[in-house]
Antibody
Framework: QVQLQESGPGLVKPSQTLSLTCTVS??????????WSWIRQPPGKGLEWIGY???????YYNPSLKSRVTISVDTSKNQFSLKLSSVTAADTAVYYC?????????????WGQGTLVTVSS | EIVLTQSPGTLSLSPGERATLSCRAS???????LAWYQQKPGQAPRLLIY???SRATGIPDRFSGSGSGTDFTLTISRLEPEDFAVYYC??????????FGQGTKLEIK
């Protein structure tokens, strides 16, 4: 059974960089059948896709966040990571990592439990 | 960017009833790339339907999806108590990015 687990600081100061890591277990991040996504959800609001990465390192980002986002992959650790720079209170959200199943028409079939990141001084 | 608009915002029904949730796109969406998710409080979303009408692994057959072009529907044939949750539609576009609808809350009447 595939499992994803987010980790990282729960509190980030305004203007700083938010950094999160997603550890994948029960499957290889190097499989060509998947992309690996980051998605966020502000408290009480809907879902916003941030971006995804392929095991080769190819990335695609939400155009509205592209200037501030970097997603990277470490296949040796079976992890992928998110960096979001110049954060403000508007970046406060639960951040999820998720697997994109290419065989499921690019649906997100496995998700981490989510981690709340608060931006505050 | 394709905008997905879900309706109604809140749907109040009783167990055993039929639920019909709508997702309308601002421009045509490939039905191959339209998905539906269920989210319960404090939990991550769960993939229900992909490719507009295919159920994901383990999803009961009371859940069904349909539609094409700009209009898509999620139907729950007979509501069970565990079905009351928020539902999101999602599209994967030719631009290789994703957008989500704003969600429909299905609540017990």
């Amino acid at each position: 059974q595939v499992q994803l687990q987010e980790s990282g600081p729960g509190l980030v100061k305004p203007s700083q960089t938010l950094s999160l890591t997603c550890t994948v277990s029960g499957g290889s991040i190097s499989s060509g059948d998947y992309y690996w996504s980051w998605i966020r959800q502000p408290p009480g609001k809907g879902l916003e896709w941030i971006g995804y990465i392929y095991y080769s390192g190819s990335t695609y980002y939400n155009p509205s966040l592209k200037s501030r986002v970097t997603i990277s992959v470490d296949t040796s650790k079976n992890q992928f990571s998110l960096k979001l720079s110049s954060v403000t209170a508007a970046d406060t959200a639960v951040y999820y990592c998720a697997r994109v199943q290419l065989g499921y028409s690019y649906g997100h079939d496995y998700w981490g439990q989510g981690t709340l990141v608060t931006v505050s001084s | 960017e394709i905008v997905l608009t879900q309706s109604p915002g809140t749907l109040s029904l009783s167990p055993g009833e039929r639920a019909t949730l709508s997702c309308r796109a601002s421009q045509s969406v490939s039905s191959s790339y339209l998905a539906w998710y269920q989210q319960k409080p404090g939990q991550a979303p769960r993939l229900l339907i992909y490719g507009a009408s295919s159920r994901a692994t383990g999803i009961p057959d009371r859940f069904s999806g349909s539609g094409s072009g700009t209009d898509f529907t999620l139907t729950i044939s007979r509501l069970e108590p565990e079905d009351f949750a928020v539902y999101y539609c999602q599209q994967y576009g030719s631009s290789r990015g994703y957008t989500f609808g704003q969600g429909t809350k299905l609540e017990i009447k």
